[in-house]
């Protein structure tokens, strides 16, 4: 237990659980609730953050390494997916002018 930095033991893990949780809570209400395609993604972003806040604060606890690789390869998936999602917005804005995700069902047509 020597390795845990100072400042995670005097954090209980409990806070970092249920801040996690309720970070994780806040990005499914928004992606549930939200009609805009950018913030339904900064909302699955946030739910993203969550994960890695709680990976990132078990892993220390723990003292193992492990699970920031987790952590590394959330980061990257999460990247790739903000660059596939706003090319996607993108290019739904320039046919709908709009990117209320209740018009992309005209692009049925």
Known sequence: MNNIPEVIRTVPLEYY????????????????????????????????????????????????????????????????EVCVGLAIIVMTYRNIRSTDVQLLNYLKW
Request: charged fraction near 10%.
């Open 17 to 80: 659980l249920f801040f996690s949780a309720a970070l994780f809570v806040i990005g499914v209400i928004g992606v549930l609730t939200r009609r805009n395609a950018i913030v339904i993604f900064m909302c699955i972003e946030l739910m993203l953050n969550a994960v890695n806040l709680l990976l990132t604060a078990l892993s220390a606890y723990r003292a193992d390494a492990n699970a920031q690789v987790f952590v590394f390869f959330i980061m990257a998936v999460a990247a790739a």
